[in-house]
């Protein structure tokens, strides 16, 4: 069966400081990979999404950037965290089909002091 | 472009009765998905029901099934004798039928069940 990690679980950086999420995928090949943003009570925000090593399409502009330096591995990253980056990080996967439900990691809680 | 929209207040309802939560999707795409999420105080996302838009009946899962109104582009998610577990947040999300699987979510909606 399939698996997703992804950590850590929880996060507190100060802004300015640089940050590395990552995600792994287990019992699949090739799969569509995902990075959401979830603000305090709201709905999930696209930011990035793979569909293959090195491919990488961004959503929403802003500070973060992703890369896929293998089939199952996808990190988010950014230089210099600013205050509005905080937040509920969660990656996300499926088989790239449609009707195929995306798979949800269980998130990293970011906050940003 | 995508939307879902997703108005409800907080939600309530007694233990083992039945609640609709609605949901009101936008699309200019001809063939397209709507999904449920279910996302507990734990903070992890679970997929509940999928229906897609050419599937002629509607979509039942379990407890759960998708009350999908096309022309009114509504894809109301109908829970059946609710259980205490179900007190959550659920989001209704919507994706073009296509290799990227992308997915635009509403603001979601709380529910609550009482015992």
């Known amino acids: 069966s399939q698996t997703i990690h992804q950590w850590p679980a929880t996060l507190v950086q100060p802004v300015g400081s640089p940050l590395s999420l990552e995600c792994t995928v287990e019992?699949?090949?090739?799969?569509?990979l995902y990075w959401y943003r979830q603000a305090a009570g709201r709905g999930l925000q696209l930011l990035f999404y793979s569909v293959g090593i090195g491919q990488i399409s961004s959503e929403v502009p802003q500070n973060l950037s992703a890369s896929r330096p293998q089939d199952r591995q996808f990190i988010l990253s950014s230089k210099k965290l600013l205050l509005s980056d905080s937040g509920f990080y969660l990656c996300a996967w499926t088989r790239g089909k449609s009707g195929r439900p995306l798979h949800f990691g269980n998130g990293t809680r970011l906050t940003v002091t | 472009a995508q939307k879902i929209t997703q108005t409800q207040p907080g939600m309530f309802v007694q233990e083992k009765e039945a609640v609709t939560l609605d949901c009101t999707y936008d699309?200019?795409?001809?063939?397209?998905?709507l999904f449920w999420y279910k996302q507990p105080s734990s903070g992890e996302m679970i997929f509940l029901i999928y229906q897609g838009s050419y599937d002629q009946q509607n979509a039942t899962e379990g407890r759960y099934s998708l009350n999908f109104q096309k022309a009114r582009k509504s894809a109301n998610l109908v829970i059946s004798a609710s259980q205490l577990g179900d007190s959550a947040m659920y989001f209704c999300?919507?994706?073009?039928?296509?290799?990227?699987?992308?997915?635009?979510f509403g603001k979601g909606i709380t529910l609550s069940v009482r015992p």
């Open positions: 999300a919507t994706g073009e039928a296509g290799a990227n699987s992308k997915l635009t």
């Open positions: 019992g699949t090949s090739n799969p569509n």
């Open positions: 699309t200019s795409d001809p063939s397209y998905g």
